[in-house]
DNA sequence: ATCGGATTAAACAGCA
DNA sequence: ATGCTGTTTAATCCGA
């Protein structure tokens, strides 16, 4: 009637059968509907987005994104520490420079570090330009610190250099500078760098990388004498510039997996001899990051430069505008010479990718150790043949062993009690796997509790079984609002920052949902759960289609799921339902005012007697049979015929049996 | 293609 | 007046 045509322009992509073109609904709605729907139309896509994310893409199981979202963390440090250290390494293709001496690195790492961000601090996720603006503030620090105390330090740096020279190493070949031996020793120091790092990464995280630990090498370098031999041959293979460090830095990027796989597995003999005293590689492969680096930009073009790019000198703080190579060789060469400066700078950006790598190894170890939690569990058969780690494990110790975070595959992770059903949900928010196969929530939130705790991602459960889950938990088995949306917070990280919309959901799910029912307190409303109510309501489909029964059970293994029933009866507070006694007037009352109203109500059918009453609650039940829709299995038997609740072939329909149902404690409840 | 459940958004009323 | 709570409607998505 009402010629609503202006809202019925909205709407009506395709979503609902025609109803949206008809629609407008003028009818009641009104007043809402006109209001609502506009905005609506566009936050809806934008809302949705933000919580569903990878839905719309690709499905993402919650730990997928997880894993996703460290993977992205760690590769972003790790470009990062690429691209530092090709432009570290840049200076050293100048010349083909030998002969080492070590050179005496004045500067401490734990002065500097004392000045730069802590630790902590750096232990954070850092967003990228979060991680960037850190750097150029270590940066800063550093250069002012090393400009003063490296003048001190020169005398004892050119002392050294004779030295080492007058024992014989010194190659005949070239005049080393300053500056050269710099940059060996801070290359040595890279590959002492990477190599705790695959360490690391090869004792799963376990060695966790200190600050202290942090000037090791540095330290440790005087004496792991560099040896003069090696080094050239280091030098050698980076003979040729390669292509600008921006580039060669985004192609690592890209390329960061595999590098890092590639690193952990070669096997390639080392030229080097490892220096690192403390940290003996098994096979030992100290260079490999490095040396790979350089051999792919080494074939590149030679017209290039790692420190020039797009025009500007890439030197750090630099940024001077070159024409043209020629230009920046000459603007490196003047500006970059070896001075005090420039060694300085190398240091610094030294201490840049050394912190680096410490963040870098903190978040591996953490990604580790996630992985190690969700892999903890063996139950589920994984759908996926994905081989986990990269290449064959080489972790001899017996425990779990989640993929590197270098070598990470893409491997789909998730939390290790979901079911397949949550995981093809895809993830966001549509999920309620564990409404649908009985899969029971609590069993699912017992085994990943820490993962929703601390995982951003969100629950596959639907709010209705999280407001349950969240009642039932609670010794009296009734909830505030507001207590409801402090446990939604407090078991889920999700909940934690994606504050916006979850509570009007959960509002609108207490309200609209038969099987919670709020009850007048002392102190207030309290919100309880009307358990046959929200059982009523669980089997949307199986109900009356025995096939979906069948393949379900088939499907999952009957045994697993019985199990898991059991336990989720044990752990979560389901006394109500595992405990026959509990529904005695008594207890029941007490606990469940409602629901004891609904049974025993105003002439109802349902018997007080507790054990009756719920028919496929009785414990008998579900130890055998999984609740799984089976309320009819059983119920009639103490149940009278009437109620098709008792209907025990589940070829009766299952409408009728589910709005008798209503009707029985409907009634009552209703009122 | 359709249906029903779930989610999200929003309006609105009642209450402290 | 404001914020919280609770109810309701509508639009949309998604799985069956």
Redesign the pocket.
Known sequence: MVESAS?TI????????G??SL???A???????T???A??????????EA??GA??NG?MSPAELLHFQQQQALQVARQFLLQQASSLNSPGNNDSKQSASAVQVPVSVAMMSQQMLTPQQMQQILSPPQLQALLQQQQALMLQQLQEYYKKQQEQLHLQLLTQQQAGKQQPKEALGNKQLAFQQQLLQMQQLQQQHLLNLQRQGLVSLQPSQASGPLQALPQAAVCPTDLPQLWKGEGAPGQPAEDSGRQEGLDLASTAATATSFASPPKVSPPLSHHPLPNGQPTVLTSRRDSSSHEETPSSHPLYGHGECKWPGCETLCEDLGQFIKHLNTEHALDDRSTAQCRVQMQVVQQLEIQLAKESERLQAMMAHLHMRPSEPKPFSQPVTVSADPFPDGLVHPPTSAAAPVTPLRPPGLGS?SL???G?????SS??FCSPISSELAQNHEFYKNADV?PP????SLIRQAILETPDRQL???EI?NWFTRMFAYFRRNT??????V???????KCFV?VENVK??V?TVDEREYQK?RP??MTGSPT?VKNMISGLSYGALNASYQAALAESSFPLLSSPGMLNPGSASSLLPLSQDDMGAPGEPLPSNGSTSPPRLSPPQYSHQIQVKEEPAEAEEDRRPGPPLGAPNPSTVGPPEDRDLEEDLGAEDMS
């Open positions: 809202e909205r709407s009506a992509p395709s979503g609902q059968n109803v949206g629609s407008a609904q009818d009641g709605g009104g007043g809402a509907g209001a609502g729907t905005p609506a139309a566009g936050r809806d896509a934008s809302g949705r919580a569903s839905d719309s499905e059903a093809h949900g895809g966001p928010a549509r999920r309620r409404d649908k969100r459960f639907t709010y209705a505030t609002l507001n949306y916006a919309t979850w509570k009007n959901a509002r609108h799910n207490l309200s609209l949902h709020r207030g409303a919100w309501r949307p489909k979906l």
